[in-house]
């Protein structure tokens, strides 16, 4: 029997009941890019990882990843961060977390935010870094870019057309787009 049939949902669902429940509801999700701020809280580099997709190609994300059941997104943000930057990255994440954006991901193919697994809903934060980043986990390596440069049409390019908005919408809240 399911976890789902039996009632008893846990923090983790099988493969086969993620995949019947991405076909029927909403998923909440988290989106963070790493930053490191200078001594007056300036903004000097955005942190992009890079990733070995599902297709065999590679590619810069956010940190990201989904919610789990009886967690917080506190706790979802902490969780994240530390599997994709190790555990002595060091994040601030405010008393208060609010989230810059709210990226909408659907299983339509043109959608902005795509993702032919499910409808996602990602709330995306700007999480300050201050210990040594050591990725971990399916990250490659994790890149520290100026804001400039990770605007480049070649960095955005290497991203999902969803993340590759959520880096400019955070440099946008952060009063860096150009």
Not at 7 to 12: C, E, K, V
Not at 49 to 75: K, P, Q
């Amino acid at each position: 029997m399911s976890d789902i049939a039996s009632g008893d949902l846990g923090p983790w669902l099988s493969p086969e009941d993620l995949a019947l429940v991405r076909r029927k509801v909403p998923i909440l999700y988290i989106d963070a890019l790493p930053v490191r701020v200078d001594g007056r809280g300036e903004l000097e580099e955005v942190g992009l990882l890079l990733r070995g997709t599902e297709a065999g190609t590679i590619s810069r994300a956010l940190v990201s990843g989904r919610v789990l059941f009886h967690e917080t997104v506190r706790e979802a943000l902490e969780r994240h961060l530390e599997k994709d930057l190790g555990p002595m990255a060091l994040p601030r994440i405010p008393l208060s977390p609010l989230p810059y954006a709210v990226g909408e991901y659907f299983p339509t193919p043109g959608s902005p935010f795509y993702d032919p697994r499910q409808h996602a809903v990602s709330l995306a934060y700007v999480v300050p870094v201050v210990g040594d980043c050591r990725p971990s986990h399916d990250t490659l390596e994790l890149t520290w870019l100026t804001p400039a440069e990770a605007l480049t049409p070649e960095v955005l390019g290497d991203m999902s057309e969803g993340h590759a908005s959520l880096v400019r919408q955070a440099l946008a809240h952060l009063g860096r787009l150009r």
